[in-house]
């Protein structure tokens, strides 16, 4: 890839990495020739470790394909992505991803599927050795007992539990959600928010997020980037100082709604300021 | 939240009332192998009478009383060796050998269709239109290519059975869903590990369906060989049977050829249930007994 003269300039203005980046992108872009369609426009951001972000954003405005590019499953247009000061260019162990869809293979059981990172790495036996490593996440998202059982036998909520597992089992330095509970019922969701947040604090994990649910976006984050479409590009950064551990009850008080209506009147200038087309 | 596996209890025992209400339609009501009977014996019956009554001439339609005596007399003769068995024997081994040839060949070949992309692009639009002919107009071709023996109805049987095979592997190939094979991607798994680990699984209730429809096939073939390239098999047992007006000796030998097809076909579908306990209609049965 060859790399732009503004990013190069933008290596030579900005300071190395501080400790807790986990992750810096600068400058990126992405378009897709094809389709002639400018999907991400000079993003920049930085991710601090154990801190959770949201990106919300109108549909089309390119927040999926930042996350799989950050996730190294499609190159960059332009720009640079380092995950712990090295340049993402391809998928890698330290990047854990979740997608909208649990994808557990039926045939598997759910030990089996949460070992598979592992053993497509390394090898069955690599990933027999890690079972105990398994069994304990399974009991970290409540599904203690479950491990033999097969995807068809779990609820939606359940079998994306065994798939935080299975994103978790490599030990990511960065996990990618997109859309993570987006097929799930609303309670099962709000649900799934708490006890999300509370692996992530558990784990110590740095979190980033896709979604077009505001609330879910505010729950969980401690920053909300809002982007807008056409070109996709971040409009705004939205802090979320809500104290934490985050209950249900929370997203009642007048801070969260505050919260709330700031996300979406952002959005909603997004869409303004884009949706000429 | 936590849960125990306790919660997946299996069926439970419907009330009365439920019970009731669920079985609006008599016919759900009486069990099934009951109405399979009923229905089976009330065909016999019209058969019976037709062939009583003599509208159509009995040599041309022997009643159930003399086909059940033909086929005592037909299962007498396989039992003692005769020539009837000597049929079976041969027709029983062009099938089989019809079936694993086209499986075999159907499933590599349908896996590097469905794997490339030139496959994808320039193999399978011939193959669909080549699915499509009457394949059972080549079986001449076979008989001149591959003489009166056994060779031509073997090759007629892998010809017409290979089809439904090739098609529905290259089908399931492309099974995986979108999400899955990203998610593969993202654990960089290698083409193999992705064919082996995701492909293969995902395509194996498209690979049993044509396999299931190649042992129906197959037998077809091998008849339709027999037919038209002589031999000793059934089929050539059938066709003679025919010519000289025994017809009750026609309906019996078609038991037996059934019987292959139906054990072939069986086989294969046990096989299915083996390895796709994991599949929606294996599922289905499993949930579905109340």
Not at chain 1, 134 to 149: I, K, M, S
Request: aromatic residues 8%; proline residues 5%; glycine residues 10%.
């Amino acid at each position: 890839m060859i790399e732009s003269t503004d990013s190069v300039d933008r290596a030579g203005q900005q300071p190395r990495p501080v400790n807790d980046e986990v992750v810096r992108i600068t400058g990126l872009s992405k378009t897709f020739h094809k389709r002639g369609l400018n999907a991400l426009d000079d993003v920049d951001m930085t991710l601090r470790h154990g801190t959770f972000t949201s990106v919300i954003g109108p549909s089309g405005c390119g927040k999926s394909t930042l996350l799989k590019i950050m996730a190294g499953l499609i190159p960059a247009s332009s720009g640079e992505i380092l995950l712990n000061g090295v340049e993402v260019t391809g998928p890698r162990q330290d990047i854990g991803i979740m997608f909208q869809q649990p994808t557990l293979l039926p045939w598997r059981t759910s030990l089996e599927n949460v070992l598979l990172p592992i053993e497509i790495r390394s090898g069955s036996a690599a990933a027999q050795e890690r079972s105990a490593d398994a069994l304990q996440l399974l009991e970290l998202v409540g599904l203690g007992g479950f491990d033999q059982v097969r995807p068809f036998e779990l609820s939606g909520g359940m079998a994306q539990r065994v798939a935080i597992c299975r994103m978790l089992v490599t030990g990511p330095a960065i996990l990618l959600l997109d859309e993570p509970f987006g097929a799930l019922d609303e309670l099962t969701r709000e649900y799934m928010n708490v006890e999300l947040q509370r692996i992530c604090r558990e784990r110590d994990a740095t979190s980033f997020m896709v979604t077009h649910a505001i609330p879910e976006a505010v729950f969980l984050a401690d920053q909300v980037f809002v982007m807008s479409a056409r070109p996709g590009r971040i409009a705004t950064i939205v802090d979320v100082d809500l104290p934490r551990p985050r209950t249900l009850d929370m997203m009642t008080t007048p801070e969260f709604g505050a919260l709330v209506r700031r996300v979406r009147h952002e959005l909603n200038m997004g869409i303004g300021e884009g949706g000429e087309e | 939240m936590t849960f125990k596996p306790e919660e997946l209890a299996g069926p439970v025992e419907m009330s009365d009332a439920e019970a009731l209400w669920y079985s609006g339609k008599w016919i759900d009501r009486v069990p099934q192998w009951v109405s399979v009977t009923v229905l089976g014996l009330a065909m016999l019956g019209i058969w019976w009478l037709i062939a009583e009554l003599e509208f159509v001439s009995r040599i041309l339609l022997p009643g159930p009383a003399e086909t059940f005596e033909e086929l005592w007399d037909t299962t007498k003769n396989i039992v003692s060796g005769g020539h009837i068995a000597e049929g079976l024997w041969i027709t029983t081994q062009e099938v089989v050998w019809g079936f694993l040839l086209a499986a075999f060949a159907g499933f590599v070949l349908g896996v590097v269709v469905g794997e490339t992309r030139l496959g994808k692009r320039a193999v399978m639009p011939y193959l669909v239109s080549f699915n499509a002919l009457p394949k059972v107009a080549f079986a001449p071709v076979f008989v001149a290519w591959f003489g009166f023996g056994v060779n031509s109805k073997i090759v007629m049987a892998t010809f017409i059975a290979f089809f439904p095979v090739i098609v529905d592997t290259a089908a399931g190939m492309l099974a995986a869903d979108d999400d899955t094979l990203m998610l593969f991607k993202s654990m960089e798994s290698s083409r193999w590990q992705t064919l082996r680990k995701l492909k293969l699984p995902s395509a194996l209730p498209f690979i049993f369906a044509g396999l299931k429809t190649a042992a129906v096939f197959s037998v077809v073939g091998a008849v339709v060989g027999e037919y038209l390239g002589g031999g000793h098999g059934l089929g050539e047992l059938i066709r003679f049977s025919a010519q000289t007006l025994r017809i009750d000796r026609v309906f019996a030998l078609i038991v037996y050829l059934g019987v292959i097809g139906l054990l072939l076909f069986g086989l294969v579908a046990w096989a299915e249930r083996k390895l796709l306990f994991w599949h929606k209609s294996e599922i289905f049965e499993i949930q579905g007994t109340g």
